[in-house]
Nanobody, 117 residues
Framework: QVRLVEVGGGMVQPGGSLRLSCAASTSETLFNMLHMAWYRQAPGETRELVAQIYSDGTTDYVDSVKGRFIISRDNAKNRMYLQMHSMKPEDTAVYYC?????????WGQGTQVTVSS
């Protein structure tokens, strides 16, 4: 079982930066094998994949955040991060931490990110 807790959401002005963290309550051995990702869901929209990081460190981003967001993980701390720069109002959403291993899927409770002047 993996429990995920996101922290770091809040309100930021357009053009600003914010960093989200996801802490995973599991063994370091299992965390190292997890495929991790950030999703987001805006009001009235479907949940979308924002960025993902594989156990080998390979990363992938949705086109709308490429060059602005950076996903990373610290396997020694069982944590994943999403550094967001040059934020736009359309980045406003609830951001969810996601983890998977084989057929097991895990979600965090979500954290609200609002980009507004």
């Amino acid at each position: 079982q993996v429990r995920l807790v996101e922290v770091g959401g809040g309100m930021v002005q357009p053009g600003g930066s914010l960093r989200l963290s996801c802490a995973a309550s599991t063994s370091e051995t299992l965390f190292n094998m997890l495929h991790m990702a950030w999703y987001r869901q805006a009001p009235g929209e479907t949940r979308e994949l924002v960025a993902q990081i594989y156990s080998d460190g390979t990363t992938d981003y949705v086109d709308s955040v490429k060059g602005r967001f950076i996903i990373s993980r610290d396997n020694a701390k069982n944590r994943m991060y999403l550094q967001m720069h040059s934020m736009k109002p359309e980045d406003t959403a609830v951001y969810y931490c996601h983890a998977s291993f084989l057929l097991d899927l895990y979600w965090g409770q979500g954290t609200q990110v609002t980009v507004s002047s």
